[in-house]
């Protein structure tokens, strides 16, 4: 099979000066599109564009997706440089704090919902519309969690869980009404991953992340990195993974398969 699997698309990638989102802007390019680094952290995007050394292939723009103005404006970027929207890549996301719901400061509430979730309905809207005119197939994806196929409480923070919950909702929702045009919605979810967004969270280094990320789950001597999810991604981005839609891809090692553990996971990892 060709490599080239992305050949000639247009791919929006939030969240993609780093983590999961730096990944996937490497794969997709690799694979042929071309790509546009949606961010806030600036510095890193305009790195993360120069050094993958195809300029005309990919661009940085700055958007913060609670801003809806800006996901538009980025959308209209898109297809004023590229010519077209293929791929909507909703990866922009934040953790918040870690407190049970006794604890729960609602400040902290109502931002993760404005990332996690309306920067993430925003996204799914703007990048529908154009699809819709421009009668493009278009596949848009949600980066989730395996948090919201369980009730994790405390361990990774109400307002996250909370969020990747409303989601999956999301995606379901939209997936029913965009797939009259061609339209799939879909999202990944990974277990726990050493992204920038998880070692801030849990106040750990990336290598104490690895060490323990495989409690809980039943695949061992393989550690879920940032790529494992972003190949995840560039499948429901390609035309292979035309016929799906609704549906959310865990790359999980099998922890939701077993369903035990999560308290040993998220226990084991040594916070400073």
Known sequence: ???????????????????????????????????????????????????????????????????????????????????????????????????????????????????????????????????????????????GSVVASVGIGAAAGVSYTASKHGLIGLVRSACGELGRYGIRVNSVSPYVVATPLVCRALNVEASEVESAGGVGTSLRGIVLKPIHVAEAALFLASDESAYISGHDLTVDGGFLAVNRGIELSLASFKTK
């Open 1 to 143: 099979m060709s490599k080239q699997r992305l050949e000639g698309k247009v791919a929006i990638v939030t969240g993609g000066a780093s983590g999961i989102g730096a990944e996937a802007v490497r794969v997709f390019v690799e694979n042929g599109a071309f790509v546009v680094v949606a961010d806030v952290q600036d510095e890193l995007g305009h790195h993360l564009a120069s050094s993958i050394g195809l300029l005309e292939k990919v661009s940085y723009r700055h958007c913060d997706i609670r801003d809806e103005k800006q996901v538009e404006e980025t959308v209209a970027f898109a297809v004023e440089k590229y010519g077209s929207l293929d791929i909507m890549f909703s990866n922009a996301g934040i953790a918040g704090s870690i407190s049970n719901i006794l604890d729960l400061d609602l400040n902290d509430f109502d931002n993760a919902m404005a990332v996690n979730l309306r920067g993430a309905a925003a996204c799914i809207k703007h990048a529908a519309r154009v699809m819709v005119a421009r009668r493009t197939r278009g596949s848009i994806i949600c980066t």
